[in-house]
């Protein structure tokens, strides 16, 4: 039963872009039969890897989460909490799904930038900021002051980076925040909160995402700065081909996919033997049931993946390239804005993040209101991203003033909802974001004659960037009816003393 709902959750997610190809082939992009065929069979092993994926996340890495949580809560331990926090961080982070299909699509567009060096990077910068949260809580630094001097570290180091690498590092920062790395460091984050057992434990448990997706930003920024003296600003292609089979296309991508999955979740089971060993001391039972999960988690992922590689990558790339090369290609900007509203409205975890926002609001928050302004942002974005294809504008026109914004919203924001909207800036860009929309992205930038390493990369980062100002604007929206319900109790009980 637990399956067929993450069958439903996903399919949700996914149908819809394939329903929006379904349409587009026989107007604007006619991109052959047995391409299609690959794209439909790609999204239905996508729907299975992910919803199997999930299943083991739920039945094994969760659990893992809260065990080793509840066990530093006890060790109360700071030193083995910032280091438990790094190594878990960087090996949760990559065996992340969305992780691994972004640096392939950037070795595959770059093949200058390694992808297991970016992969490594990536994992160093989210170990790296859990800790750094872990630490926060500990100490209850203020969040907005943190993140304040962390992102004009990060445009400081932008300013210096190679410019090829300003929209793979905020992509990576968005990316990073998937339905792998979220739950289990959210887990973690719980468990040290509930170390101080004060008022703020609620407050702390939330902004610790947030904090670790700043990591992959800044690592590869640091790539870009380390590699400044080498800018060729050549892009290669991307193999967008159909194979000469629907199976062979899979069959092709399975071995490599399958090795590079046992490497990641490998230090995982690792992990979980080093902690029974020394801390959790579990029974049979619970031990058995993590390992089940963690072979769910496996097979799910490597499904997911290479219904990704051998279908969607390959299709989305033809079909950005088709438009993006016909003579109306200004079309990309309506399909952009039509592709940004289908993630955010398929995506479950934008669901959930609407209800938590109606919870903790009292309900003075519609989540039907937040969710119109959640497909409204992302619909915007990805339009913008479209514009940025056809016309070669660098992001930083769009990133700065955003970012802006939302830093500038922390200082007037209930923390609260700070906290809320920064753990929640990877939740519209899921999976499908990170594999189809760019891998749309790029075939479109590739074939309007841009370079696809400057123009199409950054379109997850600005999917990623609208919730940091919604929610926050939401935020602000809940503590000015909170002030109007105050003022008006005030006069209430002013009238009854009166009387």
Not at 330 to 340: E, H, K, Q, T
Request: include cysteine; charged fraction near 10%; hydrophobic fraction near 55%.
């Amino acid at each position: 039963m637990n399956l067929l709902e993450k069958l439903k959750e996903t399919g949700i997610s996914v149908v819809p872009i394939i329903v929006i190809v379904l349409l587009l082939y026989p107007t604007v992009a006619p991109i052959g039969g047995m391409l299609l065929m690959q794209f439909i069979v790609g999204g239905v092993l996508i729907i299975l890897g992910l919803s199997v994926f999930l299943l083991g996340t739920d039945i094994g890495v969760l659990p893992m989460g809260h065990a080793i949580g509840a066990a530093l809560v006890h060790r109360r331990n700071l030193p083995i909490m910032l280091a438990t926090g790094f190594f878990i961080g960087f090996f949760i982070t990559v065996a992340e799904p969305d992780v691994q299909v972004l640096a392939n699509q950037v070795a595959t567009v770059d093949p200058s930038i390694s992808r297991l060096f970016l992969l490594v990077m990536i994992g160093l910068g989210v170990g790296f900021f859990v800790s750094v949260a872990f630490w926060r809580i500990m100490r209850q630094f203020p969040y907005h002051i943190m993140l304040l001097g962390f992102y004009l570290l990060v445009f400081a180091l932008a300013y210096f980076s190679a410019p090829q690498y300003l929209g793979i590092a905020f992509d990576a920062g968005g990316a990073t925040t998937g339905p792998m790395t979220v739950p289990f460091i959210m887990a973690l984050g719980v468990g040290v909160a509930a170390v101080r057992g004060a008022k703020s434990a609620e407050d702390d448990s939330f902004g610790l995402v947030g904090l670790a997706s700043i990591g992959p930003i800044m690592a590869v920024l640091i790539m870009g700065v380390l590699s400044r003296g080498d800018q060729t600003g050549q892009s290669g292609a991307q193999a967008a081909t159909a194979a000469t089979g629907v199976l062979s296309a899979f069959l092709a991508v399975l071995p490599g996919t399958t090795h590079e999955v046992t490497m990641a979740l490998a230090p995982l089971a690792v992990i979980l033997v080093i902690f029974q060993v020394t801390m959790l001391h579990m029974g049979r039972h619970q031990v058995t049931r993590m390992a089940k999960g963690l072979l769910y988690t496996f097979l799910g992922l490597v499904i997911f993946l290479t219904g990704v590689n051998g279908g969607f990558l390959p299709a989305g790339f033809v079909i950005g390239g088709t438009i993006g090369g016909a003579a109306e290609n200004w079309v990309l900007v309506p399909i952009g804005f039509a592709l940004g509203a289908m993630v955010v409205l398929a995506e479950p975890a934008v669901w959930v993040l609407n209800n938590q926002v109606e919870e903790v609001s009292g309900g003075h928050i519609n989540r039907r209101f937040m969710l119109i302004a959640l497909s409204a942002g992302v619909s915007v974005s990805v339009a913008i991203s479209m514009i940025r294809v056809l016309t070669g504008m660098s992001i930083w026109w769009y990133l700065i003033p955003g970012y802006l914004i939302a830093l500038v919203l922390t200082f007037a924001c209930p923390p609260l909802f700070t906290a809320i909207a920064f753990d929640s800036g990877g939740v519209a860009s899921g999976p499908m974001s990170s594999t189809f929309i760019l891998s749309f992205t790029i075939g479109a930038s590739s074939a309007a004659g841009g370079n696809p390493i400057t123009d199409a990369f950054g379109v997850v980062a600005m999917i990623a960037m609208t919730p940091l100002i919604t929610i926050q604007a939401l935020g602000l929206l809940f503590q000015r009816k909170e002030k109007e319900a105050e003022r008006r109790r005030s006069r209430e009980s002013l009238r009854e003393g009166v009387l």
